[in-house]
C-alpha cells in the first residue's frame, strides 16, 4: 500500500498520535489512579458503572465550555464511586478527581518526534486535527505547543459527534478547503480510518499505541515521524 499524490493537506488525530496519556489510561490519570486504584476497578461492578458512565458521556458530548466537561466527568466518577463503596469516597473526593481531569494542564506526554515532524512539514502542507476529545484540549494544545502548527480543527465535542460520523470529516475537509484525495489522515483505529476513506480521504494507520491494529488495507507507519519518508 503507497499514498498517492498530490497531498496538499494532513489531518492528524491527537491521541496515540501526538500524544500519549501519562498514566496510561485517557480517563484515569495518575491523580485519579490515587482514588480509584487499577485493582480495585477489576470487577463487574466497576465495569457496569465505568460503562453507564461512558454512554452519559457519549450522550451529552456536544460542549462549549471546561465546565460543562468537568461536570460530566464528576457524574461518570461519582457513578464509579457509588458502585464501590468499599472505595470509601466522599463528595469532595470526587469533584476533586473531575476537576483534574479537566483543569490539570500536564496528563499527556507529547511524544518526542512529534513536534520535529510537524515542523518539518508545516508550510509544504496544509495541517489539520480530527480529534473526539473535549474542551479541556484547547489550553492543552497551547501548553505543549502544538496548536501553532495546525490551520484548523476538528473537535467532536463542538459537533457532538464522535468519528467515523461522516460530519467530523466533512467538518475537517471544509475548513481545510482542499480535495479529499489531496488529503490524508493519521488515526491508531482502523474504523476511524475508514470513515475517512469513505469521505474520499488518504487513511495512514499509526501503531505507536501499544497493542496496536494491524490491517493490509491501509498504509502503516510505527511513530509519527515515519510519515515524513512515507508521503510521495
Known amino acids: 500500500?503507497?499514498?498517492?499524490?498530490?497531498?496538499?493537506g494532513?489531518?492528524?488525530?491527537?491521541?496515540w498520535t501526538l500524544v500519549q496519556p501519562r498514566s496510561g489510561d485517557w480517563m484515569?490519570?495518575?491523580?485519579?489512579?490515587?482514588?480509584?486504584?487499577q485493582d480495585k476497578l477489576d470487577n463487574d461492578r466497576a465495569?457496569?458503572?465505568?460503562?453507564?458512565?461512558?454512554?452519559?458521556?457519549d450522550s451529552h458530548h456536544l460542549l462549549s465550555t471546561i465546565e460543562e466537561e468537568e461536570a460530566l466527568f464528576y457524574r461518570y466518577y461519582a457513578g464509579i464511586s457509588a458502585a464501590l463503596p468499599e472505595l470509601g469516597l466522599t463528595d469532595e473526593d470526587v469533584r476533586k478527581v473531575a476537576k483534574e481531569q479537566v483543569t490539570y494542564i500536564d496528563p499527556y506526554q507529547v511524544?518526542?518526534?512529534?513536534?520535529?515532524?510537524l515542523k518539518a512539514l508545516k508550510g509544504k502542507y496544509k495541517l489539520g486535527i480530527i480529534s473526539d476529545t473535549w474542551p479541556s484540549i484547547v489550553p492543552r494544545m497551547e501548553a505543549y505547543g502544538l496548536r501553532e502548527f495546525f490551520d484548523c480543527v476538528t473537535?467532536?465535542?463542538t459537533l457532538g459527534v464522535y468519528k467515523p460520523h461522516p460530519k467530523m470529516y466533512a467538518d475537517a475537509l471544509g475548513k481545510m478547503g482542499l480535495p479529499p484525495?489531496?488529503?490524508?489522515?493519521v488515526d491508531d483505529f482502523t474504523g476511524n480510518l475508514e470513515g475517512a476513506r469513505a469521505a474520499g480521504i488518504q487513511p495512514v494507520l499509526i501503531q505507536a499505541k501499544p497493542g496496536a491494529q494491524?490491517?493490509?488495507?491501509?498504509?502503516?507507519?510505527?511513530?509519527?515521524?515515519?510519515?515524513?519518508?512515507t508521503l510521495p
Do not use: C
Not at 494532513?10 to 491521541?15: L, P, S, V
Open 181 to 185: 484525495e489531496q488529503t490524508v489522515f
Open 111 to 117: 511524544y518526542p518526534d512529534a513536534i520535529p515532524t
Open 155 to 157: 473537535y467532536s465535542y
Open 10 to 15: 494532513i489531518f492528524f488525530d491527537i491521541g
Open 214 to 229: 494491524d490491517t493490509d488495507s491501509m498504509v502503516k507507519i510505527k511513530k509519527i515521524s515515519d510519515l515524513l519518508v
Open 47 to 57: 465495569r457496569a458503572a465505568m460503562k453507564e458512565g461512558s454512554a452519559y458521556l
Open 28 to 37: 484515569f490519570s495518575s491523580f485519579a489512579r490515587q482514588y480509584f486504584p
Open 1 to 8: 500500500m503507497k499514498l498517492h499524490g498530490p497531498i496538499k
